[in-house]
């Protein structure tokens, strides 16, 4: 067989390889194969309940904080209804879910401090989502706490940026157990303050893949469904 043809079947066959990779992993913003994926499934986002089996206003769609508890004054005239955010600046928007949302910055500014704190739910797991956006220093977090040994099992915070981005939180190990979801604002200079909104409220896909170097998973979200 002449050499020449062989370079060009190696280099259609290489080409054909690439293109097939990208067709297969062309959903997922990472680097890891579609071979490697453990699973994609769907989180159907219920809406947590306490152990009265009581649905919760955890994405304040009542327009009122119903249910949670505030110290300091970050929290007070929360709910924030509608895109405030676009209506301030052009380069940024809400991202919130339904209608109403939690934006510390929108009634008081950078300087206001203070809690948010739900009310007990129980676990139904393996996962659970929650807006959030904001300052990104550790003033400025979300926490899941553990009811029963008041221990915080996840902590996030915003990335200085008011766009709300979701989180999914891993609480399969957790299943049964009550938590609370805590909102702090404890930040008083720029970005001092905390978007958050629709915690679990929202059904989406999910992708999970190994991640070898912390002998754990990491997952995607693929889509909101
Ligand atoms: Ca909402």
Redesign the pocket.
């Known amino acids: 067989m002449p050499q020449y043809f062989n370079s060009t079947l190696l280099a259609l066959g290489f080409a054909c390889l690439s293109f097939c990779f990208v067709l297969a992993d062309d959903k997922a913003p990472d680097t890891a194969s579609a071979l490697d994926r453990l699973n994609v499934g769907i989180d159907q986002g219920k809406t947590p309940k306490s152990r009265a089996d009581k649905s919760l206003n955890f ?3 009542t327009g009122i904080l119903e249910d949670w508890t505030a110290t300091g004054d970050a929290f007070a005239g929360q709910p924030i209804q509608g895109d405030k955010v676009s209506a301030r600046r052009q380069d940024m928007r809400s991202e ?6 939690i934006g510390t910055f929108e009634k008081l500014g950078d300087t206001s401090t203070g809690t948010l704190t739900s009310p007990p739910f129980v676990v139904e797991g393996p996962f659970a989502s929650f807006l959030i956006g904001g300052g990104s220093d550790n003033t400025i977090r979300v926490e899941l706490v553990d009811m029963q040994t008041d221990k915080v099992i996840h902590r996030a915070t915003g990335r200085s940026t008011e766009n709300m981005r979701q989180v999914v939180v891993d609480l399969s190990s957790h299943k049964g157990k009550e938590l609370v979801v805590r909102l702090v604002d404890e930040g008083k200079a720029g970005w001092g303050h905390l978007n958050f ?2 915690f679990d409220c929202i059904q989406f896909a999910l992708d999970l893949y190994p991640n070898p170097k912390y002998n754990s998973y990491m997952m995607t979200i693929l889509s909101k469904v």
């Open positions: 994405d304040f769609e919130h879910q339904g209608e109403y949302w909104d629709c």
